[in-house]
């Protein structure tokens, strides 16, 4: 499609924050944005995992549901999506051609995050959605998609060391950059548990922003501790437990604001809610396959002691790819120290090296990791590796641009995992 070809061009596929592009864009389109009802979520980890369930719940409790999230796994498309069903491959080249010729027309020179932001809002707008849940992009402050100005509420899930080059080489930095979201006089919702916690409440009391505060819910073995009473919980992993308080804690002020969404509601979505390659789970010829969109240190914390709790005794094999601008050497010694050193002649890692801009070299990966206690070896064909009937379980991490491409030939399997 011509849109692709505009989103992957050098011209636009790069990254520069800022807001005067996205408005100038939003303006000529008759401002979209201002249209709708959003809630807005930033952090470092748990984004995805806390829009999959506000959205479940909202469209258990019958509201017209769009979502913004990124990156995808296969396609361009799944970023935007109504009731979980993403937009239309006519519908996507038409809104991404009609804003490309804005862009060409008046010199506005838009990247790709800001192309696909704005066609979002168009997309939302002309099917007349009831609530959007909207995944900032990179940051917060200077994210396009904080052009919205007075969101339903803005979340800010768990923040951690990331993207240092741009949001600054601590957590206080990082976390005035994420509270870049809050609005005066708007709902902002984090955890007490927060790293950021402390500069969060500052920027909040700063910026007006109305404070309210969660504590993370007892996740353990499929099931949540709701003040109801225990729920079946589909999510995967005892973090999930920080998402769903946030995303509860937001239900109740949806319905201070009116909204209806019952108890009832709330069970049977937290049932259903599903949220691919996160601590996900599938069969291959036989074998038991976990995938993980491990992309920073603390995603590797949860990954590892999620191994701990369920395969602690297992023979383990790892396949992991990551971009070059990821903290790769801190991400496998979290790996490391909890759970491969406790058994590591069962453990061996595969490297590969994906086709992708900016992906990791092998050359550039072992120069950096020094001290392994498991074995590294190269590949060049995981599902080859994931055919391995030597280990109980084959774990393949890291970037959720190396995990789509490993699993493409599964894109129907994993449509299926999201069901109306």
């Not at 409790?61 to 979980?84: D, M």
């Not at 308080?245 to 109740?252: I, S």
């Not at 937290?270 to 996900?280: A, E, I, M, T, Y």
């Not at 002691?305 to 395969?311: A, G, K, M, T, W």
Request: charged letters at 25%; hydrophobic letters at 40%; glycine letters at 6%.
């Amino acid at each position: 499609m011509n849109a692709i070809k505009t989103l992957t061009s050098a011209e636009k596929f790069h990254i520069e924050l800022g807001l005067s592009r996205i408005s100038r864009v939003l303006e000529l389109l008759d401002n979209p944005h201002k249209k709708l009802k959003f809630i807005h979520i930033a952090g470092s980890n748990g984004k995805g995992s806390t829009c999959a369930i506000l959205e479940e719940i909202l469209i258990k409790a019958g509201y017209k549901v769009g979502k913004f999230t990124s990156p995808h796994l296969f396609s361009y498309t799944e970023r935007i999506t109504i009731n979980k069903h993403p937009i239309s491959d006519l519908d996507f080249e038409r809104i991404v051609n009609q804003i490309n010729v804005l862009d060409k027309k008046f010199d506005i020179q838009l990247t790709e995050f800001e192309i696909l932001t704005a066609a979002g809002f168009l997309y939302f707008k002309e099917n007349s959605c009831d609530i959007v849940v909207l995944e900032v992009g990179l940051g917060g402050r200077l994210d396009s998609t904080n052009i919205i100005e007075h969101p339903l509420a803005s979340i800010i899930t768990s923040i951690s060391l990331e993207h240092k080059e741009r949001l600054g080489d601590t957590i206080e930095k990082i976390s005035k950059e994420k509270a870049g979201i809050i609005k005066n006089g708007c709902p902002v919702v984090f955890l007490k548990e927060n790293k950021g916690y402390k500069t969060l409440l500052n920027e909040a009391e700063k910026k007006g922003g109305v404070i309210f505060e969660t504590e993370a819910i007892p996740v353990k073995k499929g099931f949540a501790k709701l003040n109801t009473g225990a729920a079946e919980f589909s999510l995967k992993g005892a973090h999930q437990g920080e998402n769903l308080a946030l995303a509860l804690k937001t239900v109740e002020i949806l319905n201070n604001k009116g909204y209806n969404i019952s108890n009832q509601v709330i069970k049977s979505a937290l049932k259903s809610v599903r949220w691919n390659f996160r601590l996900q789970t599938i069969n291959y010829k036989g074998n038991e396959i976990l995938i993980d969109a491990c992309h920073n240190p603390d995603g590797a914390r949860v990954l590892a002691n999620y191994l701990i709790e369920y395969y602690n005794t297992k023979r383990v094999k790892f396949i992991f790819g990551c971009l070059k601008n990821k903290d790769y050497k801190e991400v496998l010694d979290n790996l490391q120290n909890i759970f491969i050193n406790k058994n590591p002649e069962n453990c061996s890692l595969c490297f590969y090296e994906f086709n992708y801009p900016n992906a990791l070299k092998y050359k550039n990966f072992t120069r950096n990791i020094s001290e392994f206690n498991a074995k590294i070896k190269e590949i060049q064909n995981p599902q080859l590796e994931m055919d391995d009937k030597n280990f109980d379980l084959v774990v393949v991490f890291g970037s959720i641009y190396m995990l789509g491409l490993v699993f493409k030939d599964f894109q129907d399997f994993f449509a299926a995992q999201n069901p109306d």
